[in-house]
Nanobody, 119 residues
Framework: QVQLVESGGGLVQAGGSLRLSCAAS????????MGWFRRAPGKEREFVAQ????????YYADSVKGRFTISRDNAKNTVYLQMNSLKPEDTADYYC????????????WGQGTQVTVSS
């Protein structure tokens, strides 16, 4: 099992920045990749960004490319999402997830952290 705890959400004005953190514990050696997802009010959950645990390859949704940066600190078993130039449409609950090497699927999820961007 892998446990994930997010932090760093909050209220920010449009154009501002926030950094989300996701601390992983448990069987972290089994992690293949870490990702961030979000669910806006009344909408489906959507992919935001992903980083491979070993090589650091990153992928982003088109909607956040150039504004958000995902990074990792393997020594701390922590993944970050630096969010710049925030827009009101970025308002959502943000979830950290871990994909296991065996399944290559996002099997583990954090509890979520709320991000609200005011106009």
């Amino acid at each position: 099992q892998v446990q994930l705890v997010e932090s760093g959400g909050g209220l920010v004005q449009a154009g501002g920045s926030l950094r989300l953190s996701c601390a992983a514990s448990g069987r972290t050696f089994s992690i293949y990749a870490m990702g961030w997802f979000r669910r806006a009010p009344g909408k489906e959950r959507e992919f935001v960004a992903q980083i491979s645990w070993s090589g650091g390859s990153t992928y982003y949704a088109d909607s956040v490319k150039g504004r958000f940066t995902i990074s990792r600190d393997n020594a701390k078993n922590t993944v970050y999402l630096q969010m710049n130039s925030l827009k009101p449409e970025d308002t959502a609950d943000y979830y950290c997830a871990a994909a296991a090497t065996v399944s290559r699927a996002y099997d583990y999820w954090g509890q979520g952290t709320q991000v609200t961007v005011s106009s």
